[in-house]
């Protein structure tokens, strides 16, 4: 019979452990590729964006309506600044 000194051997393993990525981070890079043309018109596309939504959220800073708050279009505008105020900061970090 086995001696029981109270301790207990145990068969070691190996593991690899994954380490868990981030939610906004792909686990693998995918790097799509565009042509230089594309990648220009997309610039440029962005660029008048930006600037006809810079246009709307100054004229929006400067709306002097008592019904401002009720109005549709001054809410989605006021929303769509706030969005591309999101996007514009994204641009800053990113090499689009």
């Known amino acids: 019979m086995a001696e029981s000194s109270g301790t207990r051997k145990t068969r070691k393993t190996t593991r690899t452990v994954k380490e868990p990525q981030p939610a906004d981070q792909p686990s693998e890079a995918i790097a799509p590729v565009l042509p230089p043309e ?41 929303e769509l600044a706030k969005k591309m105020r999101a996007f514009r900061a994204l641009l800053r970090t990113t090499q689009i």
């Open 38 to 78: 594309i990648q220009e018109k997309l610039r440029s596309t962005l660029t008048d964006v930006l600037a006809l939504v810079t246009d709307i959220s100054t004229d929006l800073g400067i709306v002097e309506c008592n019904h401002k708050d009720e109005c549709p279009i001054y809410q989605d505008c006021k």
